[in-house]
């Protein structure tokens, strides 16, 4: 199977993404339905409009890489996998979007042998970007969704995680998924500081030194936090289970849900503080 260089998907998937970004802001606080899929979840026209254009880059880009995405997945189109995989939300963070948060971000990552390799975050409604560059390099930048933008005009800043202070940790949490388990876990802890984000947004924020840690105690889907886990890991960081196990993708059998896991600035957080399994 060929799988293409981080300059060649960053490179190849750009102008879709951006096509993806402008169809969800023709939507975005305007008037359109919202339907219910199956897990009761909400979906839109935009979610299935983005996700097509996305689908036919990768099928351009790398044509024997197979695609989990979220819309085709609730529709039950489910390619076989063997651990290389490429897993797209095309409108992370519907909810958001319905209730015109400006949070929703694109997300889309590759998966070999299972670990997310590369990871592509764009927020259509800001034009914050995040693109790995490379294994162990993450570029930001602020671009205008609207213009015809190439890889090679975007003016990247390479972005790094962040020593922690080990009595005055930085925690990214949910802005919108409140939870009193989480609340019990953190309380004692060196906790200095709260940094509130939605979707995926939270691992960039730890990804750029703005948080240490990011828990989530619950489970999500796959496609949600793999572009995440890629540009946290490139970023040095890493995404571990609450048992500081690997977190690994393309689960078919589990539904393509994860454990519960955190999201952690720089490894050695691991050994400081600790989440009590449900």
């Known amino acids: 199977m060929i ?9 190849g998937l750009l ?6 970004a402008r169809i969800e802001l023709r939507y975005f606080r305007g008037d359109f339905a919202v339907q219910r899929k199956a897990d009761s979840s909400p979906v839109t026209v935009a979610d299935q409009e983005a996700e097509a254009v996305i689908l036919e880059a990768l099928g351009g880009v790398a044509p024997q ?5 979220e819309e085709q997945y609730s ?18 963070g519907t909810r958001a979007f319905v ?5 929703f971000p694109i997300n889309v990552a590759l998966i070999v042998e299972r670990r997310p390799i590369f990871g592509f975050i764009l927020l259509p409604a800001t034009g914050e970007l995040y693109i790995t560059t490379g294994p162990k390099t993450v570029g930001h930048a602020v671009i205008d969704v609207r213009a015809d933008v190439k890889l090679a005009d975007v003016d990247f800043a390479l972005i790094q995680s962040r ?10 949490l949910s802005n919108s998924h409140p ?3 989480l609340e019990q876990e953190l309380a004692g802890k060196p906790i200095s500081e709260r940094v509130e984000a939605g979707s995926s947004l939270k691992f960039c924020r730890v990804a750029e030194g703005k948080a240490d840690f990011y828990p989530r105690l619950g489970s999500i889907c796959e496609w949600d936090i793999a572009a995440g886990h890629a540009i946290l890991k490139a970023a040095g960081g890493e995404v571990t289970q609450l048992d500081g196990g690997q977190l690994l993708y393309g689960n078919h059998d589990g539904k393509y849900r994860t454990p519960p896991f955190c999201a952690w600035g720089r490894e050695e957080l691991k050994g400081m503080i600790h989440f009590q399994e449900s």
């Open 3 to 11: 799988v293409p260089s981080h300059q060649e998907l960053a490179s």
């Open 15 to 20: 102008p879709a993404v951006l096509e993806a």
């Open 65 to 69: 890489v197979p695609v989990i995405a």
């Open 75 to 92: 529709a039950g189109i489910i390619p076989v996998v063997d651990g290389t995989l490429f897993l797209v939300d095309a409108l992370d």
């Open 99 to 103: 209730k015109g948060n400006i949070e």
């Open 163 to 172: 020593e922690p202070d080990p009595h005055a940790l930085v925690v990214a």
């Open 179 to 181: 939870s009193r388990r």
